[in-house]
């Protein structure tokens, strides 16, 4: 996943209350609507932005044009349990992960990142060796490796394309719709990024792993399927803890690993041309929200 912006309240909607005339609620100016919080995704030529109900989706054509969707997002009680711990982590995530073919149908154009051979192939590959890691038996240190193992398709569908480009160029027109300023001059890394759910997801799913291995004496697809849940959810809340207390220690290393990770290869500063698509996603999107 590129970006998938997650934290508490990253699906909500808060309303101000105002009178009649446009005026707030204590008789002062109108007062601002509060941002929605966005997550996306980069696309091989585009992006797809979400937000609490709606989803916008732009490419670039071959053409050159930019082709644009937006339409509702599935809900399954994202918004709903977004309170709720160890719920909201997968509840969202499945939300983010329906959109994804809807949008593709909606933009012919838009070209996702698995569609690429290398991609198809690299992943394959890192199931197969992950199994072949976890068959020698069970340790840290093997599960470790086989959780290391499996972000290797990511690694390959970012190298030789624009994939890294578009993702820079996701952080930047939402970092410029949070903040209220020109998208080209914010950074190309964001604190909410997904790449700060790598460190917290690989060390969780290896120690569910472990300790699944450990507990059951035979695990099965259910017991393992139950395990990668608990450890998505983990890792979840850590990084809802991070995004609460970046100053915490928790917030320090969550934040430094998945800065690290952006500035050293996930993303890449997009071109004028890149941005552009990237803010008719934007548009889109918020359209879409307004009804």
Not at 8 to 19: H, L
Not at 207 to 220: I, K, N, T
Request: proline share 7%; aromatic share 4%.
């Amino acid at each position: 996943m590129a970006a998938g912006e997650q934290g508490e309240g990253a699906e909500s909607i808060e309303r101000i209350a105002a009178s009649p005339n446009g005026a707030s609620a204590n008789g002062g100016p109108p007062a601002e609507p509060e941002k929605l919080r966005l997550g996306g995704m980069a696309l091989r030529n585009g992006l797809l932005i979400h937000g609490p109900t709606a989803w916008g989706a732009a490419a670039r054509a071959a053409d050159g044009s930019i082709d644009v969707a937006s339409g509702p997002k599935p809900d399954f009680g994202g918004n709903r349990f977004g309170k709720v711990p160890m719920m909201r982590g997968p509840l969202r995530l499945a939300e983010a992960f329906a959109v994804i073919p809807i949008a593709r149908l909606a933009v012919p154009s838009a070209r996702l990142p698995f569609e690429d051979g290398k991609v198809i192939a690299a992943g394959i590959a890192s199931t197969l060796a992950g199994n072949l890691v976890r068959r020698g038996g069970t340790s840290p240190v093997r599960e470790g490796v086989a959780a290391t193992i499996g972000f290797v398709p990511a690694l390959v569908s970012l190298s030789g394309s624009d994939l890294a480009a578009y993702h820079a160029a996701e952080h930047k027109s939402i970092g410029g719709y949070e903040q209220g300023v020109d998208p080209a001059g914010v950074p190309k890394e964001h604190r909410r990024c997904g790449s700060n759910l790598i460190a917290p997801l690989a060390l969780f799913s290896a120690a569910c792993q472990l300790a699944v291995d450990r507990l059951v004496e035979r695990p099965g697809r259910l017991a393992r399927a139950a395990s990668a849940l608990a450890g998505l959810s983990l890792a979840v809340e850590v990084f809802v803890a991070a995004d609460r207390h970046p100053d915490s220690a928790i917030g320090r290393a969550v934040h430094g690993a998945g800065h690290l990770i952006q500035s050293s290869f996930a993303t890449r500063e997009p071109t004028p041309e890149q941005l552009e698509v990237a803010v008719a996603a934007l548009d889109a999107v918020l359209a879409a929200e307004r009804g």
